[in-house]
């Protein structure tokens, strides 16, 4: 069972190792995904605007959220990014609007595509109101790495 299954089971969130277990980047994929299925639809005279840029923005909300993850160890820093991924999926649904405005994409599958961007809208910004508990120094229980070998690489100095 994925962890997108198990969370929508239970009531109790598993313990994240990985940008890849939040359930926020889950849901980012599926809307990335639903995104490019339905821009393949889009005219050819819009492949290199409107087509790029919705899915270059819906595709950056989940580059935005593993940067975050890889910045827990400075609060300010994990927030800004979070900030920045929640901006991008702002500028997703203004993409999506443009789209069925142009006449490119139904009114019910925008209306969908966007519920997902505010519900990933709302998981971002309670990450950011309780970073405190993605950042403090117990959470971050990835290995350290080695960095230094056991032989000494250099020949000793006579």
Avoid at 45 to 52: G, H, N, Q, R, V
Avoid at 72 to 89: G, N, P, T
Avoid at 96 to 124: N, S, V
């Amino acid at each position: 069972m994925s962890n997108l299954a198990y969370f929508m089971n239970s009531n109790r969130l598993p313990y994240a190792r990985s940008f890849r277990d939040l359930l926020v980047y889950q849901k980012q994929r599926l809307l990335a995904r639903e995104v490019f299925r339905v821009s393949k639809e889009f005219p050819p005279e819009e492949k290199y605007s409107l087509t790029d840029q919705l899915r270059r923005a819906a595709r950056s909300i989940g580059a935005q959220i593993a940067e975050s993850w890889a910045k827990r160890r400075y609060e300010k820093h994990f927030v800004a990014k979070l900030s920045d991924a929640d901006a991008e999926q702002m500028e997703t649904q203004h993409w999506l609007e443009t789209a069925k405005d142009d006449g490119y994409l139904t009114p019910d599958d925008c209306r969908r595509l966007i519920g997902l961007c505010e519900e990933i809208g709302r998981m971002l910004g309670k990450m950011m109101e309780t970073s405190e508990s993605f950042c403090t120094e117990s959470t971050l229980r990835e290995d350290q790495p080695f960095y230094f070998s056991s032989t000494p690489q250099d020949p000793p100095v006579e």
